[in-house]
Each structure stands twice: as structure tokens, then as C-alpha cells.
């Protein structure tokens, strides 16, 4: 992998890794603050919360959108640097749950709080929508980003060669489910027909 966070976390447990960024959180979430995914996270979802409150009027359906775009520019960068903090980390399995569960369930919770004191109406379905979102994008953040795609940093490509891989990217992401379902089911045939 060539950027340097990466590099810096690179075959280390998982849980070396969460020590490191908890206790120097500075050298990940600061500096390699993601604003690729930052970005894109605000594109998805402040639409979302303008389109679930647009029916409280124009200005409470602005507010909604305006406090989800400002939570998610700033927190979907942190938890991207720590999603590719992670991407190296081992076991697989276990960084790849804490991206699954950990991250979304945090930020959703910090989302709702925002929220509920902003007084975004429908709250209750767009932390619903949120949360879905939340565990969809580390899943994608997490498949792109072992592809080299969304990086930050030393060696990370740009902006522009990240978009135009996206269409790839996506087509790959959502192929793979079904692929690894038609490869064990496979694997399941030639076993018991053995």
C-alpha cells in the first residue's frame, strides 16, 4: 500500500492498531482526515434528511440538511482515515466487523444526538436510513480502499482518477456478494459430490 498510513499500520493487530489510534489520534485523524469520503458522504446524505423533512417546510428541511452535511464533512473523515488505518490490520475479519458495527453505530449515535437537538423532524426514519447508510458505506469505503481507491496521502491518487474508477468500483462491490454466494455454493457441490 502505498500511502503512509497505511504503511504505518501495516500487519498489525487489530487491536495494536486501535491503541495507536486512540492514543495518538492526531497522526491519523488530523492529518489524514479524509475528505475524499468526507465529501462524497455529503453528496449521498444531505439530500436524504432534506427530502425526509421537506414536508416541516423549506426552512426546517434546510436546517436537517445543512446539520447532517456539516456532521458528516467533519465525522465521515475521521472514521475514513480510521477505515484506512484498518484496512491492513489483522485478522480481516475482526477489522472488518469493527468497520461494520463500531464505526456506524457510533457516528449514529452522535448523528442522533445532533439531531434531536436541532429538532430535525422524522428523526426516527432518517437515523434509520443513516444507519443503513453508515454500514453500506464502511463496506464500500472498506472494498475501495483495499483497491486503492479513496486514499489519502503519500501516493494516494487524485480526486479525478478516484471518480472515474467509481463506476468500476461500484459494479465490483455490489457483484461480489452474489460471486462469493456462486463460488461456495460451488465449493459445497464438489465437496458432496466427492
Given at each position: 500500500m502505498p500511502n503512509g498510513i497505511a504503511r504505518n499500520f501495516e500487519n498489525l493487530p487489530v487491536e495494536k492498531v486501535l491503541w495507536k489510534l486512540l492514543t495518538h489520534p492526531y497522526g491519523t485523524f488530523i492529518v489524514f482526515w479524509n475528505w475524499k469520503a468526507a465529501m462524497l458522504s455529503v453528496v449521498?446524505?444531505?439530500?436524504?434528511?432534506?427530502?425526509?423533512?421537506?414536508?416541516?417546510?423549506?426552512?426546517?428541511?434546510?436546517?436537517?440538511?445543512?446539520?447532517?452535511?456539516?456532521?458528516?464533512?467533519?465525522?465521515?473523515?475521521f472514521f475514513a482515515a480510521g477505515t484506512q488505518a484498518l484496512i491492513k490490520a489483522r485478522p480481516k475479519w475482526l477489522a472488518l466487523l469493527l468497520m461494520?458495527?463500531?464505526?456506524?453505530?457510533?457516528?449514529?449515535?452522535?448523528?442522533?444526538l445532533l439531531h434531536r437537538a436541532m429538532h430535525t423532524p422524522n428523526l426516527a426514519t432518517g437515523m434509520i436510513v443513516s444507519l443503513f447508510l453508515s454500514a453500506l458505506a464502511s463496506l464500500f469505503d472498506w472494498y475501495s480502499m483495499r483497491r486503492g481507491t479513496l486514499l489519502i496521502g503519500d501516493g494516494a491518487k487524485s480526486l479525478w482518477s478516484d471518480l472515474k474508477t467509481l463506476p468500476q468500483l461500484l459494479l465490483g462491490f455490489l457483484l461480489t456478494?452474489?460471486?462469493?454466494?456462486?463460488?461456495?455454493?460451488?465449493?459445497?457441490?464438489?465437496?458432496?459430490?466427492?
Open positions: 449521498c446524505r444531505a439530500p436524504i434528511f432534506l427530502l425526509i423533512a421537506l414536508g416541516h417546510g423549506w426552512r426546517r428541511a434546510s436546517i436537517a440538511m445543512l446539520v447532517e452535511a456539516g456532521f458528516r464533512a467533519s465525522s465521515t473523515g461494520l458495527t463500531g464505526f456506524p453505530i457510533l457516528t449514529l449515535v452522535l448523528d442522533g456478494p452474489p460471486a462469493w454466494a456462486w463460488r461456495s455454493t460451488q465449493r459445497l457441490l464438489s465437496w458432496e459430490a466427492e
